[in-house]
């Protein structure tokens, strides 16, 4: 697990640039770092050894030296590819899946992707062809990001190493402002920074000689071989064997490997299938003499099977301190509240062990969102109610703000792709329009994202909606924060339910096997039945919660929000007088902590990225690169 850093045709650049922009990554690899260089590219590495630790430097070379290799992750299957590389002359001078790499990408070009189970993102510089090529895993466990002006071609784990780069301009791409404050991240390969663009999940790019970057997709999840004849119980046996398979190759490394464990059944599940194999320490977060904690179920599951658990504990203070430092280390703006007691788990757990398991994906997989329920009344009534009765009833139900089924009618008369509490998921258009100060950059959230569910359109509600939660919600938030606060710790975390082999099969599932009436995730729960006591396997899911909406009605957590939402950046951008309409309704009791939380964390990331623009007290850069 590492990070790293590279650009190309800068010869006006200092020599010590590529160190520098490795620094400010050295969280991701705090064990090891190298370089290369050559008239065209400048390459930099930082490691965090988990496979081979005597071996594995990097950057590494192909036999010939004509091509040079960076790479972040682990290859899952790297010693069955090996063998293949073997049968064609390849030799092997260490154990590392990163040589597997190398020669692969020698082999097999682009193709080498097809082959890979795991997580990664990594670049290889041909000096042959003078070119870079860049590829992320299937689901965009690993980061990686790219800036390109015309001019200036630089790549990275994290955005925050440009800013290291004498060429590298920075720019709050405003546009985006919008979309950020509908969805709480950037549902595309763009960025909140100008120029700069992710490498999507299951994309690789190629940045020619010329200039030039084209960008493929090798892969992209879908649901084109449904099964509807599989039942449940075919459906859990299934289950239990990949994911019991699936745990077994996530648990592949050099060094003591724990587990993440809250209270519901995804990670007691993963950890479970870890215990089976050999002793395994779990680490779960809560709050003292609160009723968000979850300890008191984590520790009693860990007991009955035997393991050792370590709580760990934050509080309000540590919640709040810790924030601005969260937006550094997150590169864009992510406003969900668990991120923080992500960090602090990582920060517990990497005091024990380098590497943890945990349960994400899950959800989005076999279907664990209650959300996705809504879609059975939504599609009787779209069935029975003419599609014109229901515009007519949702433009009358718009007119009296406090009818109580007003949602349900407005909704109704809406395409999913406008209706899913994803797509507006922290504010909608018209509340946009309210605290925007330029409410001209307003845009249609819908229209945004709507290419995803037109992908899916002849599949039924449900299966719409996971799909839309694994292309947007899973990369740009659950594994965007996962990947952040566990490095911004020095701790690599595994997801294996967030898998090549596990999404293979999760993709023939029918509905009735992932979501009944009154019940999610019906497959998992019954496959979990046979591994873990019912009261887990039937629980029901709570989150990751914490008592954020409470804290921000009493001081002095108030009257931080209060300076923020009169700061220069709240004036920069929004209506102030209608942020404090909102802050004053949630301390009267109408719950609006996503959209004041939101509204906050944007605050403090644009006060941390761009100082320069504010007279605030900011967060300094450097002095965040050693927090």
Same mark, same amino acid.
């Given at each position: 697990?590492?990070?790293?850093?590279?650009?190309?045709?800068?010869?006006?650049?200092?020599?010590?640039?590529?160190?520098?922009?490795?620094?400010?990554?050295?969280?991701?690899?705090?064990?090891?770092?190298?370089?290369?260089?050559?008239?065209?590219?400048?390459?930099?590495?930082?490691?965090?050894?988990?496979?081979?630790?005597?071996?594995?430097?990097?950057?590494?070379?192909?036999?010939?030296?004509?091509?040079?290799?960076?790479?972040?992750?682990?290859?899952?299957?790297?010693?069955?590819?090996?063998?293949?590389?073997?049968?064609?002359?390849?030799?092997?001078?260490?154990?590392?899946?990163?040589?597997?790499?190398?020669?692969?990408?020698?082999?097999?070009?682009?193709?080498?992707?097809?082959?890979?189970?795991?997580?990664?993102?990594?670049?290889?510089?041909?000096?042959?062809?003078?070119?870079?090529?860049?590829?992320?895993?299937?689901?965009?466990?690993?980061?990686?990001?790219?800036?390109?002006?015309?001019?200036?071609?630089?790549?990275?784990?994290?955005?925050?190493?440009?800013?290291?780069?004498?060429?590298?301009? !920075?720019?709050?791409?405003?546009?985006? +402002?919008?979309?950020?404050? =509908?969805?709480?991240?950037?549902? %595309?390969?763009? /960025?909140? $920074?100008?120029?700069?663009?992710?490498?999507?999940?299951?994309?690789?790019?190629?940045?020619?000689?010329?200039?030039?970057?084209?960008?493929?997709?090798?892969?992209?999840?879908?649901?084109?071989?449904?099964?509807?004849?599989?039942?449940?119980?075919?459906?859990?046996?299934?289950?239990?064997?990949?994911?019991?398979?699936?745990?077994?190759?996530?648990?592949?490394?050099?060094?003591?490997?724990?587990?993440?464990?809250?209270?519901?059944?995804?990670?007691?599940?993963?950890?479970?299938?870890?215990?089976?194999? !050999?002793?395994?320490?779990?680490?779960? +977060?809560?709050?003292?003499? =609160?009723?968000?904690?979850?300890? %008191?179920?984590? /520790?009693? $599951?860990?007991?009955?099977?035997?393991?050792?658990?370590?709580?760990?504990?934050?509080?309000?203070?540590?919640?709040?301190?810790?924030?601005?430092?969260?937006?550094?280390?997150?590169?864009?703006?992510?406003?969900?509240?668990?991120?923080?007691?992500?960090?602090?788990?990582?920060?517990?757990?990497?005091?024990?062990?380098?590497?943890?398991?945990?349960?994400?994906?899950?959800?989005?997989?076999?279907?664990?969102?209650?959300?996705?329920?809504?879609?059975?009344?939504?599609?009787?009534?779209?069935?029975?109610?003419?599609?014109?009765?229901?515009?007519? +009833?949702?433009?009358?139900?718009?007119?009296?703000?406090?009818?109580?089924?007003?949602?349900?009618?407005?909704?109704?008369?809406?395409?999913?792709?406008?209706?899913?509490?994803?797509?507006?998921?922290?504010?909608?258009?018209?509340?946009?329009?309210?605290?925007?100060?330029?409410?001209?950059?307003?845009?249609?959230?819908?229209?945004?994202?709507?290419?995803?569910?037109?992908?899916?359109?002849?599949?039924?509600?449900?299966?719409?909606?996971?799909?839309?939660?694994?292309?947007?919600?899973?990369?740009?938030?659950?594994?965007?924060?996962?990947?952040?606060?566990?490095?911004?710790?020095?701790?690599?975390?595994?997801?294996?339910?967030?898998?090549?082999?596990?999404?293979?099969?999760?993709?023939?599932?029918?509905?009735?096997?992932?979501?009944?009436?009154?019940?999610?995730?019906?497959?998992?729960?019954?496959?979990?039945?046979?591994?873990?006591?019912?009261?887990?396997?039937?629980?029901?899911?709570?989150?990751?919660?914490?008592?954020?909406?409470?804290?921000?009605?009493?001081?002095?957590?108030?009257?931080?929000?209060?300076?923020?939402?009169?700061?220069?950046?709240?004036?920069?951008?929004?209506?102030?007088?209608?942020?404090?309409?909102?802050?004053?309704?949630?301390?009267?009791?109408?719950?609006?902590?996503?959209?004041?939380?939101?509204?906050?964390?944007?605050?403090?990331?644009?006060?941390?990225?761009?100082?320069?623009?504010?007279?605030?007290?900011?967060?300094?850069?450097?002095?965040?690169?050693?927090?």
């Amino acid at each position: 697990m590492c990070g790293f850093v590279g650009y190309v045709n800068q010869k006006d650049v200092p020599a010590t640039t590529i160190n520098d922009m490795a620094d400010r990554i050295k969280h991701r690899g705090p064990d090891d770092e190298a370089y290369f260089s050559d008239d065209q590219a400048v390459m930099g590495f930082r490691r965090l050894s988990i496979i081979d630790l005597a071996h594995g430097k990097q950057p590494m070379y192909n036999r010939d030296q004509t091509k040079v290799l960076t790479f972040n992750g682990e290859i899952y299957n790297y010693k069955e590819i090996r063998a293949d590389l073997q049968k064609l002359g390849y030799e092997f001078q260490t154990d590392v899946d990163s040589e597997v790499l190398i020669h692969g990408y020698d082999a097999w070009g682009p193709k080498l992707l097809d082959r890979l189970r795991g997580m990664y993102a990594f670049a290889i510089y041909d000096k042959t062809k003078n070119e870079v090529f860049g590829a992320r895993d299937h689901f965009g466990i690993k980061p990686m990001y790219y800036y390109d002006d015309g001019k200036t071609f630089l790549w990275a784990s994290e955005i925050k190493a440009f800013l290291e780069h004498p060429n590298f301009k !920075k720019e709050f791409n405003e546009t985006l +402002l919008p979309i950020h404050l =509908s969805f709480e991240f950037i549902p %595309s390969r763009d /960025t909140m $920074f100008k120029n700069v663009y992710k490498v999507l999940p299951g994309q690789y790019f190629i940045h020619h000689a010329n200039g030039e970057t084209e960008t493929h997709r090798y892969f992209k999840f879908n649901y084109d071989h449904i099964d509807n004849s599989q039942t449940v119980e075919e459906d859990a046996k299934k289950i239990r064997g990949i994911v019991d398979e699936s745990v077994k190759a996530h648990m592949i490394a050099d060094v003591e490997v724990g587990s993440f464990l809250s209270s519901g059944i995804d990670s007691s599940y993963v950890l479970n299938e870890a215990s089976k194999l !050999k002793p395994i320490q779990s680490f779960s +977060l809560g709050f003292k003499n =609160s009723k968000y904690s979850e300890l %008191s179920w984590s /520790t009693e $599951f860990a007991k009955e099977i035997k393991q050792k658990n370590t709580p760990l504990y934050m509080t309000g203070e540590d919640y709040f301190d810790i924030l601005p430092t969260i937006m550094y280390y997150m590169d864009e703006p992510l406003s969900n509240p668990s991120a923080m007691q992500l960090y602090y788990l990582s920060k517990g757990t990497r005091e024990s062990v380098k590497v943890a398991l945990s349960g994400e994906g899950a959800d989005e997989f076999f279907g664990g969102y209650n959300t996705y329920l809504e879609a059975i009344p939504f599609e009787r009534y779209q069935k029975w109610v003419p599609k014109g009765i229901r515009k007519m +009833l949702g433009g009358i139900a718009e007119k009296f703000p406090r009818f109580h089924g007003r949602r349900f009618l407005v909704r109704g008369a809406q395409p999913l792709s406008e209706r899913y509490y994803r797509v507006n998921y922290v504010f909608d258009y018209h509340d946009r329009n309210k605290i925007l100060k330029n409410p001209k950059l307003n845009q249609d959230a819908g229209a945004y994202t709507k290419h995803l569910f037109d992908d899916v359109k002849g599949l039924d509600e449900m299966t719409q909606m996971q799909y839309f939660d694994i292309n947007t919600w899973l990369p740009y938030d659950i594994l965007h924060k996962a990947d952040r606060m566990s490095m911004a710790n020095s701790l690599e975390v595994r997801t294996p339910l967030v898998d090549k082999e596990v999404a293979k099969f999760a993709a023939t599932m029918p509905v009735k096997t992932r979501i009944h009436t009154d019940e999610t995730k019906v497959s998992l729960r019954t496959a979990a039945e046979a591994e873990l006591p019912e009261r887990v396997a039937k629980k029901e899911k709570m989150g990751f919660p914490s008592p954020i909406a409470t804290w921000i009605k009493t001081e002095p957590y108030k009257s931080r929000i209060i300076e923020a939402f009169n700061s220069d950046v709240a004036h920069k951008f929004f209506d102030t007088e209608a942020l404090m309409d909102i802050l004053r309704e949630h301390i009267n009791g109408k719950s609006s902590m996503q959209k004041i939380f939101t509204i906050y964390t944007f605050i403090l990331w644009y006060e941390v990225y761009f100082p320069e623009d504010t007279t605030a007290k900011t967060v300094d850069l450097v002095h965040r690169t050693q927090v």
